[in-house]
T-cell receptor, first 109, second 113 residues
Framework: GQSLEQPSEVTAVEGAIVQINCTYQTSGFYGLSWYQQHDGGAPTFLSYNALDGLEETGRFSSFLSRSDSYGYLLLQELQMKDSASYFCAPRDSGYALNFGKGTSLLVTP | DAGVTQSPTHLIKTRGQQVTLRCSPKSGHDTVSWYQQALGQGPQFIFQYYEEEERQRGNFPDRFSGHQFPNYSSELNVNALLLGDSALYLC????????????FGPGTRLTVT
């Protein structure tokens, strides 16, 4: 079977750093994707980790530990526009993105 | 470079009716996936099409069917609509070798009354 856990809500202050954790259980794990979705908008691809370690893309970084079935998304220098839902999506041997309920991030002034 | 486009934007149907949603993938993409997103939930995978064939299907009943055309565009058909089918339907396109990086369209908001 498959399971996915993320915090439902996270609140952080503008300019701060926030980490959104993701633990997963899936058979035939290939890698972990992260997507951002603003209210009323479409999901947008942020990053993909196939190997253990940290991937950095601008203010966003994503980390994966395959042995712990764990990953996180790190957002630095938070801006108001970062308020959105964030989804981790483990990839198994298929082609689907397996989203959970996601994490709602609220950035406050 | 046009991104993923979907039509219509909004749709209101009556229970028992049938609906067809349309999607044009991002230029250069050959694979189209469909997702259903209920309010407050993450997108749920319906199916994926590649080379005009259904390549993988999620946990959705046979009332949900699709098609991919030679130009890679796709349709999602839902028969015998139920109130529970009310949701945002998202189309995503990708390259066959990069299934983890999918580009989503703005979605079609379907309301079943």
């Amino acid at each position: 079977g498959q399971s996915l856990e993320q915090p439902s809500e996270v609140t952080a202050v503008e300019g701060a750093i926030v980490q959104i954790n993701c633990t997963y259980q899936t058979s035939g794990f290939y890698g972990l994707s992260w997507y951002q979705q603003h209210d009323g908008g479409a999901p947008t691809f942020l990053s993909y980790n196939a190997l253990d370690g940290l991937e950095e893309t601008g203010r966003f970084s994503s980390f994966l530990s395959r042995s712990d079935s764990y990953g996180y998304l790190l957002l630095q220098e938070l801006q108001m526009k970062d308020s959105a839902s964030y989804f981790c999506a483990p990839r198994d041997s298929g082609y689907a993105l397996n989203f959970g309920k996601g994490t709602s991030l609220l950035v406050t002034p | 470079d046009a991104g993923v486009t979907q039509s219509p934007t909004h749709l209101i149907k009556t229970r028992g009716q049938q609906v067809t949603l349309r999607c044009s993938p991002k230029s250069g993409h050959d694979t189209v996936s469909w997702y259903q997103q209920a309010l407050g939930q993450g997108p749920q995978f319906i199916f994926q099409y590649y080379e005009e064939e259904e390549r993988q299907r999620g946990n959705f009943p046979d009332r949900f069917s699709g098609h991919q055309f030679p130009n890679y565009s796709s349709e999602l058909n839902v028969n015998a609509l139920l109130l529970g089918d009310s949701a945002l339907y998202l189309c995503a396109s990708s390259l066959v070798g990069n299934p983890y990086e999918q580009y989503f369209g703005p979605g079609t908001r379907l309301t079943v009354t």
